[in-house]
């Protein structure tokens, strides 16, 4: 199993680009997250998804959207990047057959700089 | 809700020292507990997690924790220190739907010879 994937690594966007962070994960957990990580903040949840058509706001929702169509993909979109966003995005999955709170199992990052 | 605090956002120890890391939690129901670690320019990576089972969890890399309710903390410990213990440690607490996860600022764990 590749685990959870993200694609790109790095990238610079412009003030006002837009942009989608690809997420994908083979372990088919049912439950996928996104967060971002800035220095000596720790991880905030943006966005979060229990199944396939379902998505909710977490902590950090401005300016970003998310969909999932399938079970494997959680794509992040930001439209019309600002500076703020610069930051250390994560994707991670977790599954949770029922009640209780289960690990997450994280990708290895996106490193977004806008300029 | 449910908050972590996670005192120290350096700690330095000598190559063989204890390793101390402190975690206190909030939460207004029983907590799920979780230690990450992350290596530079990588991901996250569980060390362990509480989940009521026993007080003492032991995970990973020879790093254990103890959950003390009274004290509300879950406190990350290993006897000695390595070299390759070097990187970041998450404190992190669950609770509710969909396994939500509240993280703590974190802790850079650095070891000197």
């Known amino acids: 199993n590749a685990g959870v994937t993200q694609t790109p690594k790095f990238r610079i966007l412009k003030i006002g680009q837009s942009m989608t962070l690809q997420c994908a994960q083979d372990m088919n957990h049912n439950y996928m997250y996104w967060y971002r990580q800035d220095p000596g903040m720790g991880l905030k949840l943006i966005y979060y998804?229990?199944?396939?058509?379902?998505?909710d706001k977490g902590e950090v929702p401005n300016g970003y959207n998310v969909s999932r169509s399938t079970t494997e993909d959680f794509p992040l979109r930001l439209e019309l990047a600002a500076p703020s966003q610069t930051s250390v995005y994560f994707c991670?999955?977790?599954?949770?057959?029922?009640?209780?709170?289960?690990?997450?199992?994280f990708g290895p990052g996106t490193r977004l700089t806008v300029t | 809700a449910q908050s972590v605090t996670q005192l120290g956002s350096h700690v330095s120890v000598s190559e063989g020292a204890l390793v101390l890391l402190r975690c206190n939690y909030s939460?207004?129901?029983?907590?799920?507990l979780f230690w990450y670690v992350q290596y530079p320019n990588q991901g996250l990576q569980l060390l362990l997690k509480y989940t009521s089972a026993a007080t003492l969890v032991k995970g990973i890399n020879g790093f254990e924790a103890e959950f003390k309710k009274s004290e509300t903390s879950f406190h990350l410990t290993k006897p000695s220190a390595h070299m390759s213990d070097a990187a970041e440690y998450f404190c992190a607490v669950g609770a509710g739907t969909a396994s939500k996860l509240t993280f703590g600022t974190g802790t850079r764990l650095q070891v000197t010879l």
């Open positions: 939460s207004s129901v029983p907590p799920y």
């Open positions: 998804s229990v199944g396939a058509g379902i998505t």
């Open positions: 991670a999955s977790s599954y949770s057959p029922g009640q209780g709170v289960y690990e997450q199992y």
